[in-house]
Nanobody, 124 residues
């Protein structure tokens, strides 16, 4: 089992940057592939990015490709989401999630463990 805690959200102007962090408890963080999702008010939770256990392979939603970068530091039990060139439509609660199968998946049901989320607000 793993517990996830996100941080780094906040209010930023359009065109700005934020880096989200997701700290995992336990000693088996490297056993989990990790994903970032987001949920805007009145909308379903949607996939943002994925990273394999080793960090050697990543995947992104088309809406963030080229602007967001997912990375991980297994020694620190942490996964990151660097968000650049932010747009108002990126405003959402951002969640990190963990799954044991080391294959990209863009669906919520693929992930077993979830953090509580961190709010990102991008003003125009």
């Amino acid at each position: 089992q793993v517990q996830l805690v996100e941080s780094g959200g906040g209010l930023v102007q359009a065109g700005g940057s934020l880096r989200l962090s997701c700290a995992a408890s336990g000693r088996t963080f490297s056993s989990y592939a990790m994903g970032w999702f987001r949920q805007a008010p009145g909308k379903e939770r949607e996939f943002v990015a994925f990273i394999r256990r080793s960090g050697g392979s990543t995947a992104y939603a088309d809406s963030v490709k080229g602007r967001f970068t997912i990375s991980r530091d297994n020694a620190k039990n942490t996964v990151y989401l660097q968000m650049n060139s932010l747009k108002p439509e990126d405003t959402a609660v951002y969640y990190c999630a963990a799954r044991t199968i080391d294959v990209p998946c863009t669906y919520v049901y693929c992930y077993t463990y979830w953090g509580q989320g961190t709010q990102v607000t991008v003003s125009s």
